[in-house]
């Protein structure tokens, strides 16, 4: 079965960092474009990364300089490395296959709160 | 820029048709779009790539009553025989070189 699964979100107070993953299953990262995504409390859909099969990455400017997206082609592994973490940063935080999004995963929740 | 507009919700009645739109920025009127839907609660789901021409590839399960057809600058998505559970928020999405676009997302309330 195709599918993404989110993990890593939590409480974390502002300033701090925190890694999120997002596990691949029935399809290979590598080769396909993949995104982050989240999506503030009452709020709509923002892009927030993507990261190319030849392994150019690109950022929102809200989140640049902050960010970074990366990939364990071992692991088959998707990552989101959050740091210097805003009360803004508080979301839902999804992980999205290719230009389409046409895989989701189901999210992982993170509130940056003191 | 490339911009997505949507209106931010419409209503229709259960068993009816619905039109749901989503405008490019002019100077990005060629690009194909997506469609998503996020039913009350839950993550977005993939419903189908729309293209410039009308032609759209629809995800896994989804009903043929979603439709997709495309007019200059304007994608629509066409829900038929509307259901209680079609009550969600539609996005559309678009993409460049180094970039991801959402709309702001339309609510639509089944009656």
């Known amino acids: 079965e195709v599918q993404l699964v989110e993990s890593g979100g939590g409480l974390v107070q502002p300033g701090g960092s925190l890694r999120l993953s997002c596990a691949a299953s029935g399809f290979t990262v590598s080769t396909n474009y993949m995104n982050w995504v989240r999506q503030a409390p009452g709020k709509g859909l923002e892009w927030v990364s993507v990261?190319?099969?030849?392994?150019?990455?690109y950022y929102a400017d809200s989140v640049r300089g902050r960010f970074t997206i990366s990939r364990d082609n071992s692991k088959n592994t998707l990552y989101l490395q959050m740091n210097s973490l805003r009360a803004e940063d508080t979301a839902v935080y999804y992980c999205?296959?290719?230009?389409?999004?046409?895989?989701w995963g189901p999210g992982t929740m993170v509130t940056v709160s003191s | 820029q490339l911009v997505l507009t949507q209106s931010p919700s419409a209503s229709a009645s259960l068993g009816a048709s619905v039109k749901l739109t989503c405008t490019l920025s002019s100077r990005h009127s060629s690009y194909a779009i997506a469609w998503h839907q996020q039913q009350p609660e839950k993550g977005p789901r993939y419903l189908m790539k729309l293209n410039r021409d009308g032609s759209h590839s629809k995800g896994d399960g989804i009903p043929d009553r979603f439709s997709g057809s495309s007019s200059g600058a304007e994608r629509y998505l066409t829900i038929s025989s509307l259901q209680s559970e079609d009550e969600a928020d539609y996005y559309c999405q678009t993409w460049d070189t180094g970039i991801q676009v959402f709309g702001g997302g339309t609510k639509l309330t089944v009656l």
């Open positions: 990261i190319y099969s030849g392994g150019k990455t």
């Open positions: 999205a296959r290719d230009d389409t999004y046409d895989i």
